[in-house]
């Protein structure tokens, strides 16, 4: 008996914790430079999504977040106010090179209730690359940009 319960305990104590679920608007915004035949041509597009999303608690004021919509999914942390390890659909294909720590930055801003679990939020990331270099040892990339918007109201699961 003693076993069983502690298998139970243990179980429990694995599983993941419950999350707060959310309709969940979103737009993704994305600005593609390349060097191409000795000019500089830019490209744009721009994605637009309904979905859910699920806020998850993971301690220490740290946050999850996942959401998921016929336009795509993407995922994320959040610390305080501040977005983490962001990934979300993008109209363009753009993220090569990599954005430097200092072309990245995300906000969370909770509105009613429990920061830990509002009643609504907006989220929003940016990241992007400058080529400070001839464009050539950037694979001909000048600059790019991707930006990820969104509006969360709380729902029932």
């Known amino acids: 008996m003693r076993a069983a319960l502690a298998a139970v305990v ?3 104590s694995q599983t ?3 999350g707060v679920f959310y309709d969940f608007e979103w737009r993704s915004v994305a600005v593609l430079s390349r060097h191409e035949g000795g000019d500089t041509v830019t490209s744009r597009g721009e994605l ?3 979905g859910r999303l699920r806020l998850t608690r993971l301690g220490s004021g740290r946050m999850h977040f996942a959401f998921w919509s016929p336009e795509g999914n993407g995922h994320g942390d959040i610390i305080g106010e501040r977005l983490q390890s962001v990934t979300f659909p993008a109209p363009l294909p753009v993220g090569r090179p990599a954005a430097p720590a200092h072309l990245t930055s995300g906000a969370f801003r909770p509105t ?3 920061p830990q679990r509002p009643e609504s939020f ?3 990331w940016a ?3 400058i080529c400070r270099t001839p464009p050539a040892t950037c694979d001909n990339v000048t600059a790019w940009a991707r930006e990820l918007s969104g509006h969360a109201t709380r729902t029932a699961p």
């Open 10 to 12: 243990l179980l429990a």
């Open 16 to 18: 993941a914790p419950p």
């Open 48 to 50: 637009v999504g309904r």
């Open 112 to 114: 009613g209730g429990d």
């Open 122 to 124: 907006e989220l929003a």
């Open 127 to 129: 990241e992007g690359f």
